[in-house]
């Protein structure tokens, strides 16, 4: 009995000076990596594509950092929380198209500092796409690995075709980096696109399925894109080769509101910040909000207010960088 006894106390200690060293470790090794590494980021963090065998739900949400220097801003990140806030229970992708390369003190701190803050989310996955296999036997194959070389607009460019290409490829919702959601957009349907106005899309926020008609219209953006790229043409890798294809398959009569399981929804819900301002977050019902805005409409908008909606909407990212989120390029 009294041995029994010894040995259970030898035992707890042994576990209580494991469980020390173990955590003494971690403590130790957090502390290494925040002082010493100086916000080391390696150039390879991101998983790749290849190697999780990434089959995605056809109700996924991708976003997609296209910044030559594989950084991705902080309002970009406010973006991603956002979405992945207003959608817990489905997968928010950031796929990065180039390594991290080497950069400036400062911007590697930013980096890491939204890296750290977007990681905490569940269902926000960040992945490495390599260009090349990415878009190995595709239309835009040839554009994306040499004409773009030339392109005035690399980083835009190279977004909005990547966009189509993982639209055709696994179907969803692609967001642009500057588009905050404030509420689900679970309740749209598989293919929807934004107009302008009755001739123009507004092409920073879609959804297209990968079969049916949303797999016709991505493969003819992208073959319009493939045969009309111009180098110094900002828009011809996204509404104008959008509005052409979609309006060959829903021509414009009198109003343009889609066709064949197409929806075109006026951009008001989506675009201007005005539609959220009377609102007083973060109180305010959602249901009544607009889906989401453009982070353009918010620089003009009231101080005050524009602090109350990212805070409310991008918490995590906001806490950091306050008043600088979105001037920090
Ligand atoms: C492209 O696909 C072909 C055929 O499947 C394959 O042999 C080749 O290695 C691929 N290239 C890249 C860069 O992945
Ligand atoms: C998609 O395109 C194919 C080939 O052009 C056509 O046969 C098919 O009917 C189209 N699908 C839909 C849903 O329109």
Redesign the pocket.
């Known amino acids: 009995m009294i041995k029994s006894l010894k040995t259970r106390r030898n035992l707890i200690h042994l576990c209580c000076t494991l469980c020390l060293f173990i955590f003494l470790k971690e403590l130790y090794s957090l502390q290494e990596l925040d002082i010493s590494n100086d916000y080391y980021i390696d150039e390879d963090i991101f998983t790749h594509i290849r190697d999780v065998k990434f089959s995605p739900k056809a109700n996924s949400i991708y976003f997609h950092v296209t910044s030559l220097q594989g950084y991705m801003k902080p309002s970009a990140a406010c973006a991603v929380e956002a979405a992945a806030r207003a959608h817990p229970r489905k997968e928010v992708y950031v796929l990065f198209t180039s390594p991290i390369t080497d950069s400036d003190i400062v911007t590697r701190r930013y980096m890491s500092i939204t890296l750290k803050k977007i990681q905490r989310f569940r269902n926000i996955k960040l992945l490495r796409v390599h260009l090349p296999e990415y878009s190995n036997g595709t239309v835009v194959e040839s554009l994306l690995l040499n004409n773009l070389k030339n392109s005035i607009f690399p980083e835009q460019h190279t977004a909005d075709i990547v966009k189509i290409l993982t639209l055709n490829k696994y179907g969803g919702v692609a967001i642009d980096t500057n588009m905050i959601v404030l509420k689900t957009l679970s309740s749209l349907p598989p293919n929807w696109i934004l107009k302008e106005n009755e001739i123009y899309v507004a092409p920073g926020i879609m959804g297209f399925a990968k079969n049916?008609?949303g797999?016709?219209v991505t493969s003819a953006i992208l073959k319009e894109i493939a045969d009309t790229y111009k180098p110094n043409n900002l828009d011809i890798t996204n509404r104008i080769v959008i509005e052409k294809v979609v309006q060959r398959?829903c021509p414009i009569r009198i109003r343009w509101d889609g066709c064949?399981?197409i929806f075109i929804y006026p951009s008001d819900e989506f675009y201007p910040i005005d539609n959220v301002f009377g609102m007083s977050f973060p109180k305010a019902p959602l249901s009544q909000s607009a889906f989401s805005f453009h982070l353009d409409t918010l620089t003009s908008a009231v101080h005050m207010v524009s602090q109350d909606i990212l805070n409310t909407f991008c918490p995590s990212i906001y806490l950091e960088f306050q008043d600088n989120l979105l001037v920090l390029d």
Do not use: T
């Open positions: 049916g008609i797999l016709n398959i064949k399981d």
